[in-house]
């Protein structure tokens, strides 16, 4: 009786490789189309949680809060974030002395960007339930002066905020006047509630 010893032979091995690199060759260019999708989906979420917080904060603290794209107040959102800050003075504009929470940093997000997928490449030319999409200058945020404002009642600006990515998906997040949130995506053939 022969005693063989635990291993693979080489043509195990060989066959092994072989079955894993023909699941690779299958299953990567998948992996690839989805990794940005996620990506998308995961900084939507993000970005509704961290607007339901704001949004609790001014009812808790009974003041307003500001959920702001464009903290120096120039109308570009070269900042490239969102900020959280408290009016503690109720004129609206953000002082030196009002500290101000940077919620998320767009710069760190890998294909994913603040604004609707152009046209040009079959993206949308109008937001859900037929909204313009250039309200708030083309930047990706329709907000009056790119911020949304939190009332101690609960209430808020309204507006959206469209993200896209590499695939030519756009999601977009409306705000109603009463809090609702909403999360539509649009991937080339039209907008659907999502």
């Not at 464009?70 to 609206?92: A, V």
Request: aromatic share 8%.
């Amino acid at each position: 009786m022969k005693n063989r010893e635990g291993g693979l032979t080489l043509n195990e091995l060989i066959i092994s490789l072989a079955v894993v690199g023909v699941l690779a060759a299958v299953g990567l260019p998948k992996l690839v189309k989805i990794v940005p999708n996620y990506r998308l989906t995961s900084t939507a979420r993000s970005l509704v949680v961290q607007i339901h917080k704001a949004k609790l904060r001014a009812v808790q603290q009974g003041t307003i809060y500001y959920f702001d794209f464009d903290l120096d107040g120039d109308g570009n959102l070269e900042s490239g974030g969102c900020f959280l800050w408290r009016d503690h003075n109720g004129n609206r504009r953000k002082e030196l002395l009002e500290k101000s929470d940077m919620l998320m940093d767009f710069e760190t997000l890998a294909n994913v960007h603040l604004q609707p997928y152009s046209r040009e490449l079959g993206g949308p030319d109008r937001g859900p339930n037929n909204t313009k999409i250039d309200a708030g200058g083309g930047d990706g945020v329709s907000f009056s002066q790119n911020r949304i404002k939190f009332n101690p009642d609960g209430t808020c600006s309204t507006g959206t905020i469209y993200l896209h990515n590499s695939n030519g998906r756009t999601l977009a997040i409306r705000l109603r006047y009463n809090g609702l949130t909403q999360l539509w995506m649009h991937d080339g053939r039209g907008w659907e509630r999502w």
